[in-house]
């Protein structure tokens, strides 16, 4: 048994109480966040913008999603703090990288599935596929049908995504079509058209591209955004970094 005075017990007891705070219930919480833990190696990792944190985000199954990572790069993947992965690529979507995608990541994934290049019951079979795999949505590009759409949504029980790249996109039509969620990517239109429909639809949610800044992701929030889609920078990009400190003879940055 371990030996302390009363007088540095009774100190400690009074240390510990001005660190809590008494709720209903006699429930203690800590008053404020405590000090971050990071490993020494995993310092060096992506961080999503900390003015994404002021949107309201998304609630899907449960959990707040408020920033999305868009990559299918795994290494990105495992190695940001974002609430979730947009994983959509230029390609025909592929059962076998979604895969890959869903086993490698720890992060919800909301995976593509197609509508543009990919079209008709290709596409419904492929949101069906990636939800048997674990996905937490599945994105579809902004050609896809109302009707394509309308098997999608009858076929599957995750959120389907879909995707306004323009203002001549009839909203409404998406949404009765069965858009759990829509996703603007709209280049510098975009909070324009966020602001559109949230103006149509006050409480449907909202994911957007954020842009190459923050003046742009606040932008992009303010006229009504619940969840930003965040574009990481490359491997390339941030090895190139690294290499250029080892050619000089400094550390990894």
Known sequence: MSRCSSAGWADDASAAADRQVTTPGDVHVAPQMPTPIDGTLRQFALRVPDVIDACSGIMVFGKRIKSLVF???????????????????????????????????????????????????????????????????????????GRILNRIRSSVDVPVVVTVANSDTNYRHRVEDGAAILNVAAGAQTPEIVAEIRERFPDY???????????????TIRAGANAIVWTPPTSGELFRDVMKNYREGKPHP
């Open 205 to 219: 949610p909202i994911i957007a591209t954020g842009g190459a800044d923050e003046q742009s992701i606040r932008a």
């Open 71 to 145: 990559s299918t790069d795994l290494s990105i993947i495992r190695n940001v703090n974002a609430d979730a992965v947009f994983a959509v690529y230029p390609f025909t979507p592929q059962p076998i990288i979604t895969q890959a995608l869903l086993m490698a990541s720890d992060l919800p994934v909301f995976v593509g599935v197609g509508g543009g290049l990919t079209t008709g019951k290709r596409v419904v079979n492929l949101a069906m596929y990636a939800e048997m795999q674990g996905a937490t949505g599945v994105v579809v590009n902004a050609p896809t049908p």
